[in-house]
């Protein structure tokens, strides 16, 4: 679910899963998604072809429908100062689902942003949902239909559907449930070796005063990328922690295992690739708690991706930055010797110092190392006044 802030996503989330992915306190405060918000549904059909998500049958309880697919959302923070989160989000998704509300001109700052953020992440699966089309009159969602029209034109999503909604009355998520079973197909990883797995989220689940007998180890969560997973699997989680040697400093991955995972909401033996799931490990729970291990990869043993912290990179920036508010678009200079850049790579986030720069290679020093296969995608963004704005992408190349 990505977006401009304030466009519904979460309400939509909640509408086809039933959960509400603002559990942060600050978020409830502010109204905003500040973290990743995560949650499973599962996707149904009827006999005569009507499409409802968990728990809504159109005829009530007692309904009987043929189940299609186990869906994971990852709900993305719209607000700007959230951007990094957001890629993050896209990361570790199969597909899109881009939120525009009918009742603010299209495009907003974020929606452009974020469409960008797909278009580097290579998510070409994306449905365009019209939101809030119940607050607005008929010529008005006419109006913001031709305008997302227009927007989408000639980018990534030229020939998404485009699906008006209401989050809020459940209305068309029939029709938008069908738009994703056609649009986002489940990929086909059945020929996956090893097994990755982007770490997102970390926790301790111990209750303050709980007896040391009673003590669980630490918690991650995250997407399954390439592979699976089973209880009892030997497992390193990198870049790990940093050890000091002397007045050296390095990082050592974390060597555990898997206790168990869970998938939603089902305990499971083994998880594979695709959708989310929570993996229990006999970790210390100070390593996991507050999402510290968020941005880590999880691996088997021998078959970790590398560790980087210096990274030479293939470029290749946009053409221009999004603005916001009244500032104007600009176009976006080369990059600058000892310029300092945010660098996402799939759930990480660091900050690259530019060492070297020629035509459209470069070579970053990393404050914080970052675990990724050669060849992988990183997007990098600038410092704009006191935002970060996205630039482009680089590819690792060693």
Same mark, same amino acid.
């Given at each position: 679910m990505v977006g401009h802030v304030d466009h519904g996503k979460t309400t939509l989330t909640q509408a086809l899963s039933g959960t509400w992915t603002d559990t942060h306190s600050e978020e409830r405060k502010r109204g905003i998604s500040i973290k990743l918000g995560y949650a499973d549904t599962a996707f149904y059909k009827t006999a005569d072809g009507r499409y409802y998500p968990k728990g809504k049958h159109p005829d009530g309880e007692g309904g009987e429908g043929s189940l299609l697919r186990i869906v994971s959302f990852v709900d993305a923070p719209g607000h700007e100062t959230l951007m990094a989160v957001m890629i993050s989000g896209a990361s570790i998704m199969d597909g899109a689902l881009l939120l525009v509300a009918a009742t603010e001109k299209c495009p907003q700052p974020q929606t452009r942003e974020h469409l960008a953020a797909l278009e580097i992440a290579g998510i070409e699966n994306i449905v365009v949902v019209q939101n809030k089309i119940d607050i607005v009159s008929r010529e008005r969602a006419i109006e913001s239909y031709a305008e997302i029209q227009e927007f989408i034109s000639g980018t990534i999503a030229e020939n998404a559907p485009i699906i008006p909604v209401s989050a809020h009355h459940d209305v068309n998520l029939d029709v938008l449930i069908e738009a994703i079973q056609d649009t986002i197909p489940t990929p086909d990883r059945s020929k996956d070796n090893g097994g990755l797995m982007y770490v997102a989220r970390s926790f301790d689940v111990n209750r303050p005063g709980i007896r040391p007998?009673?003590?669980?180890? @630490? !918690?991650? %969560? *995250?997407? &399954?990328?390439?592979?699976?997973?089973?209880?009892?699997?030997?497992?390193?989680?990198?870049?790990?922690?940093?050890?000091?040697?002397?007045?050296?400093?390095?990082?050592?991955?974390?060597?555990?295992?898997?206790? @168990? !995972?869970? %998938? *939603?909401? &089902?305990?499971?033996?083994?998880?594979?690739a695709g959708g989310l799931c929570g993996i229990a490990t006999p970790l210390d729970p100070l390593a996991t708690k507050a999402d510290d291990l968020s941005g880590q990869v999880m691996a088997r043993e021998g078959e970790l991706p590398p560790i980087w912290e210096k990274l030479n990179l293939d470029l290749q920036l946009l053409e221009t930055t999004v603005a916001s508010g009244t500032e104007e678009e600009g176009g976006i200079r080369p990059l600058q010797p000892n310029e300092m850049l945010m660098v996402n790579s799939a759930t990480a986030t660091s900050v690259g110092t530019v060492s070297a720069i020629k035509a459209k290679k470069a070579r970053l020093d990393l404050r914080l190392p970052i675990c990724a296969k050669e060849g992988s995608r990183i997007t990098l963004s600038r410092r704009v006044g006191s935002r970060w704005r996205l630039i482009g992408h680089g590819t690792i190349t060693g």
């Open positions: 007998s009673g003590l669980k180890g @630490g !918690i991650i %969560g *995250g997407s &399954i990328v390439e592979g699976s997973f089973s209880i009892g699997d030997s497992i390193l989680i990198a870049p790990g922690r940093r050890v000091k040697d002397g007045s050296k400093t390095r990082w050592e991955p974390l060597r555990t295992s898997i206790e @168990g !995972i869970q %998938g *939603g909401g &089902i305990d499971l033996e083994t998880a594979h």
